[in-house]
């Protein structure tokens, strides 16, 4: 096992280099193999000092995620005791950082005595991402180095930092530019010359003795996470953690941390997130086409339609630094896009998330136009005009005249026939449906479409594209809804039912809230506007479907969402904070009375399963069709486009964990109860059940 860590002598400096490719993960061998090195240098007289690297571009780039939950081997040493075992070594040690040093990798530097680092690397204590803590010694040894106000933001935020900035925080003494190791060498030559008193991170108390004078410290980041971590664990076991750090000694410290681990480790909210990390990554892979399909660059792109997606799509695109030509037919309405778009960036200067600067960088690579054929020279045109099928096909047969061979002709269309769209141009293989979510300069999910003709070469293009911009791509099917909006209709389907039956629209958002959605579905709906094809139905003599009486009503009266002050809500002036109306209510109780409903109370319980269930039959449907190429698809989606929360891993991972016999026996008795056949358990959800499988693999 040996050979996963080198080492070479420099003089009398040992250089121990880990060497466990791609990114050196601290996986069991590695341990075993570092406190060999380490035993073996301590014991020789002819090393004065050492020096710990990685080789490659990582210095340790975490803990190997793949040995979790596996059995160690007896007496293995873990990473916590080598990183002890390297503070106590008698000999100055510096731990070279040349590349990613994240998590159990910081957590072994911090047990050298001396860091210095590439410029390049990037350096932090990720785990509560993966709802875990560190383990190691990271929740005990970083407050010592850098004080407990530091070491919450570093820990419990969980972003690795640029060098300088770690350089500034005090995790690391220098960053070197040049030869790192050599430079290290240097170091620990000269403190072992100089028979300085090593600093050994467990041993210091000057940085953490204050935090005894700010006792609001902790409770003060407890309420200043609390919106951004609401449900989360992990976030708050950090912060007791460092807390910790200010009132134990290090051992006792230790030991808590010891017990922390563990219970995270065990806990679902970090088997859900760890599962996504994965399920993020396997998004990316589409079975039948090749992994060297031949991909578009893009170097320059079009949109059709500066609204509101066309808008954010531009600002994806320029914030990527790919130069993108804005299309509306309307002067009027490409001036206002462009000014939203100025807008949204001034807002984001303003809040210090971009430069003042980068505003005019960035709307210089957006130009606007209204002139179609200014597309005609693009890598890649997405077309975002409203969302109307003969609209669209005419815009891609234009397209199909004015592309260049070879360009990608995309659609952001919600849930129109994609397959009808590519029948209007003579190239249906470069034709695919780019879903951007909205706002679509925020939102991370990218739902790729590949309708019946779409060629490897636009979905590659389109899955690498999601990449390049910054965002999550999944690559459904064509139906309508695709995976996303498809389980959509079932989740407000059911929330219209319960609202019906007897609940009103604040119980319905505060449960689903509790549940860990971001809003709840009556908030969206306000803010999304309540008018959407209000106007067609109303040309139409009006909608008998029961999700638009109550919509239609509320149009009616002038109530048309936030836009308006008044929705399912009221909005004082200015105020984006929803305040239940008996007047709606009461339009409530008249709708469930002309549909022959008595009105009963219902659970909160019963309001989450009333909608969840439904939601992962539909989904269940949703891969036994295909339109989704795995389930945790699904999962990635919801997370990433619909708010659900992370940390129950998404709706097919939290079906795993609540049992699919219990799913399947609830859908078995909404079929009886509710809408019969509407609410049919889905067969593979049965066949599933039945098997005692699940739909994760969990
Ligand atoms: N708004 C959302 O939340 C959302 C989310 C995902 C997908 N979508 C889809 O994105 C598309 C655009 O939606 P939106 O909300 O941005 O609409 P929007 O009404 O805000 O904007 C549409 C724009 O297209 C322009 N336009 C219409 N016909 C045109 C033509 N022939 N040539 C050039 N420009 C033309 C209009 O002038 C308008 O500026 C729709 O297909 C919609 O279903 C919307």
């Known amino acids: 096992m040996a050979e996963l860590v080198h080492l070479e002598m420099r003089g009398d400096i040992a250089v121990i280099t880990i060497d466990n490719p791609p990114v050196n993960p601290m996986s069991i061998a590695?341990?075993?193999?570092?406190?060999?090195?380490?035993?073996?240098?301590?014991?020789?007289?002819?090393?004065?000092?050492?020096?710990?690297?990685?080789?490659?571009?990582?210095?340790?780039?975490?803990?190997?995620?793949?040995?979790?939950?596996?059995?160690?081997?007896?007496?293995?040493?873990?990473?916590?005791?080598?990183?002890?075992?390297?503070?106590?070594?008698?000999?100055?040690?510096?731990?070279?950082?040349?590349?990613?040093?994240?998590?159990?990798?910081?957590?072994?530097?911090?047990?050298?005595?001396?860091?210095?680092?590439?410029?390049?690397?990037?350096?932090?204590?990720?785990?509560?991402?993966?709802?875990?803590?560190?383990?190691?010694?990271?929740?005990?040894?970083?407050?010592?180095?850098?004080?407990?106000?530091?070491?919450?933001?570093?820990?419990?935020?969980?972003?690795?930092?640029?060098?300088?900035?770690?350089?500034?925080?005090?995790?690391?003494?220098?960053?070197?530019?040049?030869?790192?190791?050599?430079?290290?060498?240097?170091?620990?030559?000269?403190?072992?010359a100089d028979g300085a008193q090593l600093p050994r991170s467990s041993k210091r108390t000057d940085l953490i003795g204050g935090a005894a004078d700010e006792p609001a410290l902790f409770d003060d980041y407890r309420k200043s996470i609390a919106r951004r971590a609401r449900g989360f664990e992990a976030p708050y076991h950090a912060i007791d953690l460092i807390e910790a750090s200010t009132k134990l000694d290090f051992d006792a410290g230790m030991?808590?941390?010891?017990?922390?681990?563990?219970?995270?480790?065990?806990?679902?909210?970090?088997?859900?997130?760890?599962?996504?990390?994965?399920?993020?990554?396997?998004?990316?892979?589409?079975?039948?086409?090749?992994?060297?399909?031949?991909?578009?660059?893009?170097?320059?792109?079009?949109?059709?339609?500066?609204?509101?997606?066309?808008?954010?799509?531009?600002?994806?695109?320029?914030?990527?630094g790919i130069p993108v030509t804005v299309i509306d037919m309307e002067q009027g309405n490409l001036d206002k896009g462009l000014e939203r778009v100025e807008g949204n960036y001034q807002v984001s200067a303003k809040r210090g998330s971009m430069a003042e600067a980068d505003i005019a960088v960035r709307m210089g690579l957006i130009n606007g136009s209204t002139d179609i054929n200014d597309a005609g020279g693009a890598d890649i045109v997405i077309e975002a005009v409203f969302e109307d099928i003969e609209l669209k096909k005419t815009i891609f047969a234009q397209l199909d005249a004015i592309m260049g061979d070879g360009a990608i002709l995309a659609t952001n269309t919600s849930a129109l026939d994609i397959d009808a769209i590519a029948a209007a141009t003579k190239r249906p293989e470069a034709v695919i449906g780019t879903h951007f979510f909205s706002p679509a300069n925020v939102m991370r999910l990218l739902e790729n479409v590949r309708a019946a003709k779409t060629g490897n070469q636009a979905i590659a293009t389109a899955m690498k594209l999601g990449r390049t911009l910054g965002k999550q791509p999944v690559l459904a099917g064509l139906c309508p809804g695709f995976i996303g909006n498809r389980i959509l209709r079932v989740y407000f389907g059911q929330c219209d039912k319960l609202m019906f039956e007897g609940s009103y629209p604040d119980q319905i958002d505060?449960?689903?809230?509790?549940?860990?959605?971001?809003?709840?579905?009556?908030?969206?709906?306000?803010?999304?506007?309540?008018?959407?094809?209000?106007?067609?139905?109303?040309?139409?003599?009006?909608?008998?479907?029961?999700?638009?009486?109550?919509?239609?009503?509320?149009?009616?009266?002038?109530?048309?969402?936030?836009?308006?002050?008044?929705?399912?809500?009221?909005?004082?002036?200015?105020?984006?904070t929803p305040i239940p109306d008996p007047e709606v209510n009461a339009m409530i109780d008249e709708i469930s009375k002309d549909l022959g409903i008595e009105r009963r109370p219902i659970s909160d319980e019963e309001i989450v399963e009333r909608i969840i269930f439904p939601m992962i039959n539909e989904a269940a449907n949703i891969v036994d069709e295909g339109i989704a190429l795995r389930a945790s698809d699904v999962d990635v989606t919801y997370v990433h486009g619909y708010g659900f929360p992370r940390y129950r891993g998404g709706l097919m991972f939290y079906a795993d964990t609540v049992g699919l016999d219990k799913v399947l026996e609830t859908m078995q008795r909404f079929e009886t109860e509710e809408d019969g056949d509407a609410m049919a358990p889905a067969p593979l959800l049965a066949k599933l059940a039945k098997e005692g499988g699940s739909f994760t693999g969990q």
Request: charged share 25%; hydrophobic share 45%.
């Open 30 to 192: 590695v341990c075993i193999g570092l406190a060999a090195r380490f035993a073996e240098v301590s014991a020789d007289d002819a090393v004065a000092g050492i020096v710990l690297t990685g080789a490659g571009r990582a210095f340790v780039a975490g803990a190997d995620i793949r040995e979790f939950g596996k059995p160690r081997p007896k007496d293995a040493p873990g990473l916590r005791d080598v990183a002890m075992q390297i503070e106590n070594c008698d000999k100055p040690v510096v731990a070279a950082i040349n590349g990613a040093c994240a998590g159990g990798g910081l957590e072994l530097a911090l047990g050298c005595h001396y860091r210095l680092a590439a410029p390049n690397a990037q350096i932090g204590l990720p785990e509560v991402k993966l709802g875990l803590i560190p383990g190691a010694g990271g929740t005990q040894r970083l407050p010592r180095v850098i004080g407990p106000q530091s070491a919450l933001d570093v820990i419990v935020k969980g972003d690795l930092l640029p060098a300088p900035k770690a350089a500034a925080l005090g995790i690391v003494e220098d960053v070197i530019e040049g030869d790192l190791v050599a430079a290290a060498v240097a170091f620990a030559a000269k403190a072992a």
């Open 510 to 576: 505060k449960a689903i809230f509790d549940f860990g959605f971001a809003m709840g579905p009556f908030g969206v709906r306000d803010m999304a506007g309540l008018d959407i094809g209000y106007q067609a139905r109303k040309a139409q003599g009006g909608s008998n479907e029961r999700r638009y009486i109550l919509t239609d009503k509320l149009c009616d009266a002038g109530r048309r969402g936030m836009k308006t002050g008044a929705g399912y809500y009221k909005y004082e002036d200015g105020s984006r």
């Open 255 to 320: 030991e808590l941390e010891k017990k922390t681990a563990g219970i995270t480790v065990a806990s679902t909210q970090s088997a859900a997130q760890r599962y996504l990390f994965f399920a993020e990554r396997e998004a990316l892979k589409i079975p039948d086409v090749p992994r060297d399909t031949e991909v578009r660059d893009i170097k320059s792109a079009a949109i059709i339609g500066s609204g509101t997606m066309g808008g954010g799509i531009a600002m994806c695109f320029a914030n990527a």
